[in-house]
């Protein structure tokens, strides 16, 4: 079963634009996590955002969460074709074990 | 340390058959994760490990699947009596545990995957 849902679902963009994804959740959860997939390969992970934090920084990642929507975005600045991938929101929900459980993806294609 | 190895990357089989995947995991994480994963969609959790303990498994699981950890080492998970319906890139990950007092703890790496079609 998926906890996340990703929005949108397909994402084009032109290299050196902005681009933002947006996950929403249905439990309470200890932590956010991002992810990429690249076509055919495993996940990479991203940046991590706990449940009492509300902005994290990454390079040219920046993660906002907020509980109390049950959300957060993912926002990739100076977008590069290296970007091109499916990205994948993770929650680990409170309660639940240790296990993560992803969203439905967010496939993102940067044109040159 | 390589990361996560997965073996083999291919599996072709005939729906009947048993199949076995097996995962190397980073050598100093503590817990291990199997997930199934379609075309279109995102991982699927199946199952996890910390150290030789199967912790948790998921209800949707069907009792063809069976998993295990014996040294607290590599894992493998088995599937019998494949149906075509088992297609999937089928993925383990590992991490550390410990909360927010060990760096990177609950953060997995995962391992390229077992692609398993079933005709």
């Known amino acids: 079963s998926q906890q996340g849902e990703e929005d949108p679902q397909a994402l084009s963009i032109q290299e050196g634009e902005n681009a933002t994804m947006n996950c929403s959740y249905k439990?309470?959860?200890?932590?956010l996590q991002w992810y990429r997939q690249n076509s055919g390969r495993g996940l990479v992970h991203l940046i991590l955002i706990r449940s009492n934090e509300r902005e994290k920084h990454s390079g040219r990642l920046r993660v906002t969460l907020d509980t109390s929507k049950k959300s957060s975005s993912l926002l990739i600045t100076a977008s590069r074709a290296a970007d091109t991938a499916s990205y994948f929101c993770a929650t680990a929900a409170t309660g639940g074990g240790n296990k993560l459980t992803f969203g439905t993806g967010t496939q993102l294609k940067v044109e040159l | 340390d390589t990361g996560v190895s997965q073996d083999p990357r291919h599996k072709i089989t005939k729906r009947g058959q048993n199949v076995t995947f097996r995962c190397d995991p980073i050598s100093e994480h503590n817990r291990l994760y199997w997930y199934r994963q379609t075309l279109g969609q995102g991982p699927e959790f199946l199952t996890y490990?910390?150290?030789?303990?199967?912790?948790?498994k998921s209800r949707l699981l069907s009792d063809r699947f069976s998993a295990e950890r014996p040294k607290g080492s590599f894992s493998t998970l088995e599937i019998q009596r494949t149906e075509q319906g088992d297609s999937a890139m089928y993925l383990c990950?590992?991490?550390?545990?410990?909360?927010?007092?060990?760096?990177?703890?609950?953060?997995?790496?995962f391992g390229a995957g077992s692609r398993l079609t079933v005709l």
């Open positions: 439990t309470s959860i200890n932590n």
């Open positions: 490990f910390q150290n030789e303990a199967q912790l948790e």
């Open positions: 990950a590992s991490s550390l545990s410990g909360g927010q007092r060990v760096a990177g703890a609950n953060v997995l790496t």
